[in-house]
């Protein structure tokens, strides 16, 4: 994980600088852009490991730089949004951000994020990870790949840990806040909103399946049922 980089993406230069050393610190490799125009720019010249987007940017603003990444690439994105604000935390999410954090953040925090969306986005290997086997879904640890009544279906990188979380514990309620420290990797304070968010994808790229379905227990959490 050390030595990887990050591209940073704020019009805000305090916020560039506060976050670049906090990740230089622990290892990382930080590039930035001002703007969403410049973003897309450097993604030209190279994909990073991960890209802190802010949402309010010039020229072109974080919404739609997501929109432009997703189209053409998986590299995880952490958003920043300076307002408290579900509707802001949701589209994000909607448009395939992995994780936000709301301004003012603690640097620590948005450290310990980068370093928990690396840890799932890491595909190495895994060989030791059977197969799970679900009705017509397989689960396949090892390759990160998931297939539907005989078709692969493509699965971003915590879609297919929230799928995974699942079909390890089948037929059992996980609350919000399990799947959040299963998915995530760390405490999200109560923001069990991009759960909801989440299970929502999966479920329609189960779709195909006549055998498997995530069933909503209220006011408790989620369960994969055949």
């Not at 603003?61 to 929109?67: I, L, N, S, Y």
Request: proline share 4%; net charge negative.
């Amino acid at each position: 994980m050390a030595g990887e980089r990050i591209l940073v993406v704020d019009d805000e230069a305090h916020i560039v600088d506060l976050t670049r050393l906090y990740l230089e610190r622990d290892g990382f490799s930080v590039d930035s852009a001002a703007d969403g125009e410049a973003a897309l720019s450097q993604l030209q010249q190279g994909e990073p490991a991960l890209i802190i987007l802010d949402l309010m940017l010039p020229k072109l603003d974080g919404w739609e730089v997501c929109r432009r990444v997703r189209a053409e690439s998986e590299v995880p994105i952490l958003m920043l949004t300076a307002r408290d604000e579900d509707v802001d935390k949701i589209v994000g999410l909607e448009l395939g951000a992995d994780d936000y954090l709301t301004k003012p953040f603690n640097p620590r925090e948005l450290v310990a994020r980068v370093k928990a969306i690396l840890r799932r986005a890491d595909r190495g290997p895994q060989a030791a990870e059977a197969p799970i086997h679900i009705g017509d879904v397989v689960v396949d640890p090892a390759r990160r790949e998931v297939h539907v009544a005989g078709h692969e279906v493509r699965l971003r990188v915590k879609e297919f840990d929230l799928l995974r979380s699942l079909a390890e514990h089948r037929g059992l309620v996980l609350t919000r806040e399990q799947l959040l420290n299963l998915v995530w990797g760390y405490d999200f304070y109560g923001q069990t909103r991009t759960v909801d968010v989440h299970v929502a994808h999966v479920r329609k790229k189960l779709e195909p399946s006549r055998l498997v379905r995530i069933e909503t227990v209220t006011g408790v959490g989620y369960k994969l049922v055949v």
